[in-house]
């Protein structure tokens, strides 16, 4: 199980760190990432990272979001700076490889 948190509305230019906290170890979960579903789209990946801390990222938040994972605390981050209105979504963590287990989501609204 994947616990979401730390959402939130924030301005423009604004950051936030979301957190994705699982119920059991994620050591052996070789690529973790974040994904997120603005209203009428479709959900995108955002980042993924490997166990191994190889990272990639959609290119709209390159140079402005963060994924990181403890493995010992079985905890993955989002840091996410500079956001913008488009930003706005919701958020959700998942486990990809090898296996597939979704969070539920966080909402991240950028707005003045």
């Known amino acids: 199980q994947l616990q979401a948190s730390g959402g939130g509305l924030v301005q423009p230019g604004g950051s936030l760190r979301l957190s994705c906290a699982a119920s059991g170890s994620i050591s052996s979960i070789s690529i973790m990432g974040w994904y997120r579903q603005a209203p009428g789209k479709q959900r995108e990946l955002v980042a993924i990272?490997?166990?191994?801390?190889?990272?990639n990222y959609v290119d709209s938040v390159k140079g402005r979001f963060t994924i990181s994972r403890d493995n010992a605390k079985n905890t993955v981050y989002l840091q996410m700076n500079s956001l913008k209105p488009e930003d706005t979504a919701v958020y959700f963590c998942k486990a990809i490889s090898p296996t597939t287990i979704w969070g539920q989501g966080t909402q991240v609204t950028v707005s003045s």
């Open positions: 990272i490997s166990n191994e801390d190889s990272t």
